[in-house]
């Protein structure tokens, strides 16, 4: 411990040697407190201060851009996001909407809604209308389209006069 010391007063020593005036003045400014006696001094501790706060915020305009870029680059991933998000709801509902239209018999571009029920809704409602109508069965009259029928006359009229006997 001994040893330490001795080296501690030597560099003070060696500090305190040939020093003007103003580095004197600083010197014991870090030892302890020491009333400014002059006007350079003052002068002297507020240039000091000024260049240490300088110092401080001498990269801020770069700092200021770095952050402006950065800012940039975080709303373009964003927008990219968001395209990124309707691009695949697009995809999703095109793929929905494919399916449906297989499904259903109906041209897929004919469909509207914009989840997977509502465009199976609607193509079930397109596949009721566009279905082709069940056809109406016919009554058949047996006298009716028999080729061999006489050109003048009708053969059930005149079987029901002569039963009537009515000419």
Excluded: C
């Excluded at 499904?103 to 809604?113: S, T």
């Excluded at 009721?128 to 009708?154: C, Y």
């Amino acid at each position: 411990m001994a040893e330490t010391t001795e080296q501690a007063e030597a560099v003070k020593e060696e500090t305190a040697a040939p020093e003007p005036e103003a580095e004197k003045a600083e010197a014991t400014e870090a030892e302890g407190f020491h009333p400014i006696t002059s006007q350079e001094q003052l002068d002297r501790i507020i240039a000091k201060r000024l260049e240490r706060t300088r110092n401080k915020f001498a990269d801020y305009d770069e700092l200021k851009t770095r952050a402006a870029a950065a800012d940039e680059l975080k709303t373009r991933a964003e927008q990219a996001e968001e395209k990124l998000a309707g691009l695949e709801k697009a995809n999703q509902v095109q793929q929905w909407r494919t399916a449906a239209a297989k499904e259903y018999g109906v041209p897929a571009e004919a469909l509207r809604g914009a989840d997977e029920k509502e465009l199976k809704e609607h193509a079930k409602q397109l596949a009721e209308l566009l279905a082709p109508a069940t056809p109406v069965k016919k009554t058949i009259i047996p006298s009716e389209g028999e080729l061999n029928m006489p050109l003048n006359g009708d053969p059930l009229l005149d079987k029901l006069k002569a039963a009537l006997g009515a000419r």
